[in-house]
């Protein structure tokens, strides 16, 4: 399928979490005009914990300079794994945009901020001591949804995601999402957007919300999604599976990752 947009965040190659074949089919089945790399692509904070680089990690930033080279627009906004990137902020690599944060108009007109949203991630404010206990957790968490996405497709079982099921029954991590998703609507309304389009909480949603549209493009580590636009400037949420063609998730998504 060829998409007017394509938005894809928190990839986390470099990571074992990350579902790299997932990733390269579709990157493989499906081209765009323009393709946002909404933060966390490459996970430079597992790098240096420990160094993990297959060559199927190496060959999603291939395609992705294949389609660069072939006249997609790549605008990469850098997020909190791949922090370091944005000492690169303002730079273009041929027809790769490096952006703190980004402005997109839809074919139908509609006025979006594109951004990780990392700035308004209470965790990582919280102090080190807390930042490291949440992130021993959630790296346990993963591997153990690492294990149940093995079941499920050796044995051609449905998507279920372990990671998402137990988020969504913590009531902090909830409130949380909430908190987030608010953060983000105050932040395309003080910018005079009609919508925000960003990542980072690992939490796929597309929803209209006070008045604003609010997109997450989810994750490639627990619910293999991406927000497209196609070519009359609809928007919609699509999820990965097995199978080679996305398949659409009903409006509003409250539990699509």
């Keep these: 399928m060829r998409f007017r947009t394509i938005w894809l965040s928190d990839v986390h190659l470099g990571s074992r979490a990350c579902r790299v074949k997932l990733l390269l089919d579709f990157l493989r089945n499906n081209d765009c005009e323009q393709l946002y790399l909404v933060g966390d692509i490459i996970d430079i904070e597992s790098l240096r914990r420990s160094f993990f680089w297959p060559a199927s990690h190496a060959e999603v930033l291939q395609l992705i300079l294949q389609k660069s080279n072939a006249g997609t627009r790549v605008v990469y906004i850098p997020g909190n794994h791949d922090d370091d990137l944005r000492s690169l902020v303002g730079v273009t690599f041929g027809n790769i945009e490096i952006a703190q944060n980004a402005v997109h108009t839809t074919r139908t007109g509609l006025k979006l901020l594109v951004m990780h949203g990392d700035e308004f991630d209470s965790v990582i404010?919280?102090?080190?001591?807390?930042?490291?206990?949440?992130?021993?957790?959630?790296?346990?968490?993963?591997?153990?949804?690492?294990?149940?996405?093995?079941?499920?497709?050796?044995?051609?079982?449905?998507y279920w995601s372990l990671a998402q099921h137990v988020k969504l029954r913590v009531g902090k991590a909830v409130r949380y999402v909430d908190t987030f998703r608010h953060a983000c609507i105050s932040a395309a309304k003080e910018a005079g957007m009609d919508g925000v389009i960003c990542g980072h909480i690992h939490r796929a949603d597309l929803?209209?919300?006070?008045?604003?549209?609010?997109?997450?493009?989810?994750?490639?580590?627990?619910?293999?999604?991406?927000?497209?636009e196609d070519q009359r400037?609809?928007?919609?949420?699509?999820?990965?599976?097995?199978?080679?063609?996305?398949e659409g998730l009903d409006l509003p998504l409250r539990d699509a990752a």
């Design 125 to 158: 404010k919280c102090g080190p001591f807390r930042t490291a206990i949440g992130g021993m957790a959630c790296r346990m968490l993963l591997r153990l949804n690492r294990l149940v996405h093995w079941i499920h497709d050796l044995f051609g079982l449905p």
């Design 207 to 228: 929803r209209q919300c006070e008045g604003v549209l609010y997109c997450n493009d989810g994750d490639w580590v627990e619910s293999c999604t991406v927000i497209a």
């Design 233 to 246: 400037g609809a928007l919609s949420l699509l999820r990965c599976s097995q199978s080679a063609a996305p």
